[in-house]
C-alpha cells in the first residue's frame, strides 16, 4: 500500500492532500492591510517579560522558562549555536535552471518535505508580515519578496499522554522549533549558494510574523484560539519556520476548509484554557485582522510561571480537530476528514454532532499509556522532581459565559522597539478596550 501510494504522488505535494482543500483568492480572515499597522518583536507578550513588563516575579521565571526543564534546555542550547547560520553570503552568480517560478516552488517544496517538514507553502511577504525592529532593538528591512512557509506536527502520540500543560508541553513546541530552525537553515544557505538571498527566521530569531505568512500560503485558517493557524490535516498542533528569500516562485492560495464556521460554534479550547485566556464572544477587528482576539497577556503569564508545568499547550490538546488524519489515522476520523473538506455544504448539520462526540467520547482527555518523559524540573541549576504537576481532564460540565473580558492592547500601547527599559501596562484601560471592540457597533461586519 505504502508503495502504491509514493509511486503515483509527486514530491512537491507531500503526505497531505492539500491540493484537496478548497483554494480561495483571500484568507477566510479579512485583513484591512492598508489598517494594519507594522510592531516590533518587543511587544510581543512573550518577549516582554525579559524587560520586566508584567512585573518582577515574571520577569524572572521567564528568565528561567527554556531551562525550566532539562530537556527543553538541551534543545534550546542546541537552536542558540545555529542562528549564526541563519543568513549569510550569496554566491556570485545564480545557478542554471532556477529561472522558472513554477519549476523552483515544486523544487523547495520538495527540499523541505526531504528534509522532513510535514506541510508547505509559499507566498509573497507583504511589507505588514514583518517586524519594525528584531530581537535586539534593530530596525527591520522589508528585504525579501517571498516566504517559504514550513509546518512542523508537535507529535500526536506524546500529546495524547499529556494535559497540555504538564512537564512536556514546553519539550513539545522546542522540539518542533528545533527541528524547523534545522532544515530552515539548510533551505536558507542552499538558496544562497543558488545566487539567491535567502534568511531562515526561527523561534529564537526571526524578523517577520509567520501568523499572516501562513495564511496568505494556504497552510490553514485562523481559528478561535485566536493568534493560532489551525491546518485541515494536522489540526492546531504545529510549529512554523519562514524563509524568506527572493528567489522567484510560484505561491499558493489561502484555503478555506469551513473552520469559521467550525470555531463559530465550538468553544471548546476557551472552555479548557485554563486561563481564561480565549474568547467565548464573537471576532473582533484588531490592527487590521478580524479574529477571535484572545487575552494574550493572561496566556503569556500562565504559560511563563504554571507552577505545575513547563508552558501550556492545551488549546492544542483539547480541540475537536487534534486528530491523525492520514492513510494510516482512524478510518472514522478519516471519513470525517474527507466530508469536511469536500462536503462543506454539510457543516452546519455536521459540526454541532462533531462537537458533542468529541466530548462524549473523551477525546482531550490523557492516554496514559503514552506517558514518557519524566516529572522533573530545573531550579537554581539542580534538578529536582516536579514540585507539582498539572493532571487535567476535559470538564463537559464546565459552565462558560456567553463572553468574557478580554484586555486589548493596541500597537499604540505596545512599548518602542529599541526600548530596553520597563514599559508596564495599563490592563484597566486595555479591558475597556477590549469591551469597546465588542460592542455591536465596532463589528468586523460592520467596520468600513
Not at 497540555?164 to 538558496?191: C, F, K, M, P
Request: charged content about 25%; aromatic content about 8%; overall charge positive.
Amino acid at each position: 500500500m505504502t508503495f502504491f501510494r509514493h509511486k503515483f504522488r509527486a514530491p512537491h505535494l507531500g503526505k497531505y492532500p492539500m491540493e484537496q482543500v478548497k483554494r480561495v483568492d483571500k484568507p477566510t480572515t479579512r485583513i484591512d492591510a492598508d489598517k494594519i499597522k507594522r510592531v516590533p518583536l518587543r511587544a510581543a507578550f512573550f518577549t516582554r517579560p525579559i524587560f520586566g513588563d508584567l512585573g518582577e516575579k515574571v520577569k524572572e521565571e521567564r528568565a528561567r522558562f527554556i531551562g525550566k526543564s532539562p530537556i527543553s534546555e538541551a534543545i534550546g542550547e542546541v537552536m542558540q549555536a545555529m542562528i549564526p547560520l541563519q543568513d549569510g553570503p550569496v554566491a556570485e552568480e545564480k545557478a542554471p535552471l532556477t529561472d522558472d517560478p513554477a519549476e523552483m516552488a515544486k523544487h523547495m517544496k520538495s527540499l523541505a518535505y526531504f528534509m522532513d517538514m510535514d506541510i508547505v507553502g509559499i507566498c509573497e511577504v507583504p511589507e505588514y508580515a514583518w517586524y519594525t525592529h528584531n530581537g535586539k532593538g534593530e530596525p527591520v528591512k522589508a528585504r525579501h519578496s517571498h516566504a517559504i512557509v514550513c509546518l512542523i506536527d508537535q507529535g500526536f502520540e506524546t500529546m495524547e499522554g499529556a494535559s497540555g500543560d504538564d512537564w512536556i508541553s514546553g519539550t513539545q513546541s522546542y522540539r518542533a522549533y528545533l527541528r524547523g530552525a534545522e532544515v530552515g537553515n539548510v533551505i536558507a544557505n542552499y538558496i544562497r549558494k543558488l545566487g539567491y538571498e535567502a534568511r531562515c527566521h526561527s523561534a529564537p530569531s526571526g524578523e517577520v510574523m509567520q501568523i499572516p505568512l501562513m495564511l496568505l500560503a494556504g497552510l490553514g485558517e485562523l481559528s478561535r484560539i485566536g493568534e493560532l493557524v489551525l491546518n485541515p490535516f494536522i489540526g492546531p498542533r504545529s510549529k512554523t519556520v519562514v524563509i524568506t528569500t527572493n528567489l522567484p516562485m510560484e505561491c499558493d492560495k489561502p484555503i478555506d476548509f469551513g473552520l469559521q464556521k467550525f470555531c463559530d460554534n465550538c468553544f471548546k479550547c476557551a472552555r479548557e484554557c485554563p486561563c481564561n485566556a480565549i474568547s467565548f464572544g464573537p471576532k473582533i477587528m484588531y490592527n487590521g485582522y478580524e479574529m477571535w482576539k484572545p487575552d494574550v497577556e493572561n496566556c503569556a503569564k500562565y504559560r511563563i510561571t504554571n507552577p505545575k508545568g513547563s508552558a501550556c499547550g492545551r488549546c492544542m490538546k483539547t480541540c475537536p480537530l487534534n486528530k491523525v488524519v492520514t492513510k494510516d489515522g482512524p478510518l472514522m476520523q478519516r471519513i470525517a476528514s474527507w466530508l469536511g473538506i469536500n462536503a462543506m455544504w454539510l457543516k452546519p448539520l455536521m459540526i454541532p454532532i462533531a462537537v458533542w462526540l468529541d466530548d462524549a467520547m473523551g477525546n482531550g482527555t490523557r492516554v496514559k499509556g503514552q506517558k514518557w518523559w519524566l516529572d522533573i524540573e530545573n531550579v537554581d541549576g539542580k534538578i529536582i522532581k516536579a514540585r507539582g504537576v498539572n493532571e487535567r481532564d476535559i470538564d463537559v460540565k464546565k459552565k462558560w459565559p456567553k463572553t468574557n473580558k478580554v484586555a486589548l492592547y493596541l500597537p499604540e500601547d505596545h512599548p518602542p522597539g529599541d526600548s530596553k527599559e520597563p514599559f508596564p501596562n495599563d490592563r484597566k484601560a486595555a479591558l475597556r478596550k477590549g469591551d469597546e471592540a465588542l460592542k455591536p457597533e465596532n463589528s468586523p461586519a460592520n467596520a468600513p
